[in-house]
């Protein structure tokens, strides 16, 4: 028997900071530790603050996808003041985090993770027109050709292993990731225009949003809209499908436990009905959501151990070990590993994210529109729900997420009544306390505050996506979610672990959110 240790230091084409450590027996993994290296402290640093300041500074936990922490944030005070946005606010909203999470969906699919599947080096065999792509082939030709150590970043260097072999995808996705950059800086302005800045909107305040809608920035919006759908349904789909049939193993790959939670999110404008479903899917079947059911530990992370063992949002002191002992456990075999805590539901490890979105909200039947477009890609590609929570899987997923979020966009910016304002003027509640659940782009987002005597944040609990996905295991030994998906992958090439790469960039990991 082979056995050798596989560690990718640092994950790059992520956001933060990341360490994965693999032990690998006959070619395949058969363990797993992901490490979270960076500490941030944002909860504390909250207290004693009013707050009415979280939305502004819990979204300086990450600069990929601050309008999460802002409508978190809003939700959970909001939760706690005994209000709601009207309708304006609401839909105004729904207009910024909608256009926020079309951007990170091409941000990651284009930037982040399509140099896994397609070969750079196709471009130097163009012999086209195209004037883009005869500037690239140029350049890269130049950087190849140059003493750099490192030429052709940020495409180069990679991991050797199996690109598509298909000219024709290789060609046009390099063309779309060349093309999807103006699209981003158009949803970056779409974001702006209700949310007042990008990144790190301001205008999302408990109470709805302070813009007041114009009939010119109602028309502005649309019109960036409009460039945005077609390149989402002319190119985003399209690549997702031709890389999906290229590399169609990878619905089998990075599949972890199957065990999935969402939250709902997307109201309408009465938030009566929201466009993607809360639960739990659990051993194939799916379940009402209970908040009840979402504890935090610690034991393999670097912070004291609770005295319970695990911790309810709000439920006690979170704090960092000492420098001493911070260099012992770093030294253990079996000790603390990670920056990162481990949320767990009913104790179990939860994947949160595209996947659980999508499978959570297709099983409780909440939007038809979803079945039906699932149902026509299972078809096509001759897949199942179960195969949704795999590498491919997940960047369908997102797709499908897209797709949606424009049609309710579309649909919504009709809705909005121009000149009128969009905010709920509220006091902040005494010794109160609140929740706000929602979908970040990366999966399930809880804010968690309870204010004092003089309306001051006491406490506050973040509980963010890639802190699900990316926890070291628990007291019970259970390795965290994205350690479970590494589990039992073949490696062909263990000094080029391409394999790896993929599954983790799947999950579209943010360190800095993790260990907020």
């Given at each position: 028997?082979?056995?050798r240790?596989?560690t990718?230091?640092?994950?790059t084409?992520?956001e933060?900071?990341m360490r994965?450590k693999?032990?690998?027996e006959?070619?395949v993994?058969?363990?797993?530790?992901?490490?979270?290296?960076?500490f941030?402290g944002?909860e504390?640093?909250?207290?004693?603050y009013?707050?009415?300041?979280?939305q502004?500074?819990?979204q300086?936990v990450?600069?990929i996808?601050?309008?999460?922490h802002?409508?978190?944030?809003s939700?959970a005070?909001?939760?706690?003041?005994g209000i709601?946005p009207?309708?304006?606010?609401q839909?105004?909203?729904?207009?910024?985090?909608?256009?926020?999470?079309l951007?990170?969906?091409?941000?990651h699919f284009?930037?982040?993770?399509?140099l896994d599947?397609?070969?750079?080096?196709?471009v130097?065999?163009?012999?086209?027109?195209d004037?883009?792509l005869?500037?690239?082939k140029?350049w890269?030709?130049?950087?190849?050709d140059?003493?750099?150590?490192f030429?052709?970043a940020?495409?180069?260097p990679?991991y050797?292993?199996?690109?598509?072999e298909?000219?024709?995808?290789?060609i046009t996705?390099i063309?779309?990731?060349?093309d999807a950059?103006?699209?981003l800086?158009?949803?970056?302005?779409?974001?702006?225009?209700?949310?007042a800045?990008?990144?790190?909107?301001?205008?999302?305040?408990?109470g709805?949003?302070?813009?007041v809608?114009?009939?010119?920035?109602?028309?502005?919006?649309?019109?960036?809209?409009?460039?945005?759908?077609?390149?989402v349904?002319?190119c985003?789909?399209?690549d997702?499908?031709?890389?999906g049939?290229?590399?169609k193993?990878?619905f089998q790959?990075?599949?972890?436990?199957?065990q999935?939670l969402s939250y709902?999110?997307?109201?309408?404008?009465?938030g009566k009905?929201?466009?993607?479903?809360?639960?739990?899917?659990?051993?194939?079947r799916?379940?009402?959501?209970?908040?009840?059911?979402?504890t935090?530990?610690?034991a393999?992370?670097y912070?004291?151990?609770?005295?319970?063992?695990?911790l309810?949002p709000?439920?006690?002191?979170v704090?960092?070990?000492?420098?001493?002992?911070?260099?012992?456990e770093?030294?253990?075999?079996?000790?603390?590993?990670?920056?990162c805590r481990?949320?767990?539901?009913?104790g179990q490890?939860?994947?949160?994210?595209?996947?659980?979105?999508?499978?959570?909200t297709?099983?409780?039947?909440?939007?038809?529109?979803l079945n039906?477009?699932?149902?026509a890609?299972?078809?096509q590609?001759?897949i199942?729900?179960?195969?949704?929570?795999s590498?491919?899987?997940?960047?369908?997923c997102?797709y499908?997420?897209?797709?949606l979020?424009?049609d309710m966009?579309k649909?919504?910016l009709e809705?909005v009544?121009?000149d009128k304002?969009a905010?709920?003027?509220?006091?902040?509640?005494?010794?109160a306390?609140g929740?706000?659940l929602t979908?970040?782009?990366?999966?399930?987002?809880?804010?968690?505050?309870?204010?004092?005597?003089k309306?001051?944040?006491?406490?506050?609990?973040?509980?963010?996506?890639?802190?699900w996905n990316m926890?070291?295991?628990?007291?019970?030994?259970q390795?965290?979610?994205?350690?479970?998906?590494?589990?039992?992958t073949?490696?062909?090439?263990?000094?080029h672990?391409?394999e790896l790469?993929?599954?983790?960039?799947s999950?579209d990991?943010?360190?800095?959110?993790s260990?907020?």
């Open positions: 028997m082979t056995s240790t596989v990718i230091d640092p994950v084409r992520i933060g900071h994965v693999t032990r690998v006959n070619g993994v058969v363990d797993a530790h992901c490490s979270a290296d960076m941030r944002i504390k640093a909250l207290e004693g009013d707050a009415r300041a979280a502004q500074v819990t300086r990450c600069g996808c601050p309008y999460g802002a409508e978190a944030a939700l005070l909001e939760n706690a003041m709601k009207n309708r304006n606010g839909i105004l909203r729904n207009l910024i985090v909608g256009a926020y999470q951007h990170d969906f091409l941000l284009y930037t982040l993770c399509l599947f397609i070969d750079i080096a196709a130097l065999h163009y012999g086209g027109g004037a883009d005869l500037r690239l140029a890269v030709a130049q950087e190849l140059s003493e750099k150590v030429p052709a940020p495409f180069l990679r050797k292993g199996n690109y598509a298909d000219q024709e995808l290789n996705a063309k779309h990731y060349m950059i103006p699209v800086a158009d949803l970056h302005k779409m974001v702006a225009i209700f949310g800045k990008a990144p790190h909107p301001t205008a999302i305040e408990a709805g949003v302070t813009t809608p114009t009939a010119e920035k109602i028309g502005y919006y649309r019109t960036l809209l409009q460039r945005a759908e077609r390149f349904h002319d985003y789909r399209n997702v499908m031709a890389v049939h290229q590399f193993d990878y790959q990075g599949k972890g436990y199957g999935l709902a999110y997307f109201p309408d404008p009465d009905h929201h466009a993607f479903s809360s639960g739990v899917t659990l051993n194939g799916y379940a009402p959501l209970d908040m009840q059911g979402i935090e530990e610690h393999y992370s912070y004291q151990d609770a005295v319970s063992g695990a309810k709000l439920g006690g002191d704090t960092p070990i000492g420098w001493q002992e911070f260099q012992k770093r030294d253990k075999a079996d000790g603390k590993y990670s920056w481990a949320p767990r539901y009913q490890v939860m994947e949160v994210g595209p996947a659980a979105r999508i499978v959570n297709y099983l409780s039947g909440a939007n038809p529109k039906q477009l699932a149902d890609i299972n078809q590609f001759g199942t729900l179960s195969d949704y929570p590498v491919m899987g997940r960047h369908l997102r499908l997420s897209a797709s979020i424009i966009l649909e919504q809705q009544e121009p304002v905010f709920v003027e509220a006091e902040v509640p005494k010794n306390v929740v706000g979908e970040a782009t990366r999966g399930s987002l809880g804010h968690w505050i309870e204010t004092d005597a309306g001051r944040i006491r406490r506050y609990t973040l509980i963010v996506p890639t802190t926890s070291p295991r628990d007291r019970a030994g390795p965290g979610a994205l350690e479970k998906m590494l589990i039992g073949p490696l062909k090439d263990p000094e672990p391409m790469a993929r599954i983790i960039r999950t990991p943010c360190l800095a959110c260990v907020h």
